[in-house]
């Protein structure tokens, strides 16, 4: 079964930066697009960006501009960089692929 491991999230200002790390494992990423979501407190699951195997990238209209999603196929792993936050980014993120989730991973954006 694909597990996928998130890290990096925490607590930042408003207009702070973070980096958040998916790795990958018991799939063949290369091959594989990756996504990543958030969940607020109250809301449903939403789609943030996707990364197809050859680097396409797709982004919601709330984040164009201010994330970047990117991987690396030599190391099994899907970034997701977050400028210029917004106490609304607050949220669980969540990688995805092949059906299969990742537990998340907490930021807190304060105003």
């Known amino acids: 079964q694909v597990q996928l491991v998130e890290s990096g999230g925490g607590l930042v200002q408003a207009g702070g930066s973070v980096r958040l790390s998916c790795v990958a494992s018991?799939?063949?990423?290369?091959?594989?697009?990756m996504g990543w979501y958030r969940q607020a407190p109250g809301a449903q699951r939403e789609l943030v960006a996707l990364?197809?195997?050859?680097?396409?990238?797709t982004y919601a209209d709330f984040v164009k501009g201010r994330f970047t999603i990117s991987r690396d196929n030599a190391k099994n792993s899907v970034y997701l960089q977050m400028n210029s936050l917004k106490p609304e980014d607050t949220a669980v993120y969540y990688c995805?692929?092949?059906?299969?989730w990742g537990k998340g991973t907490l930021v807190t954006v304060s105003s």
């Open positions: 995805h692929s092949l059906g299969s």
């Open positions: 018991r799939m063949s990423f290369s091959i594989n697009p």
């Open positions: 990364i197809t195997s050859g680097g396409i990238t």
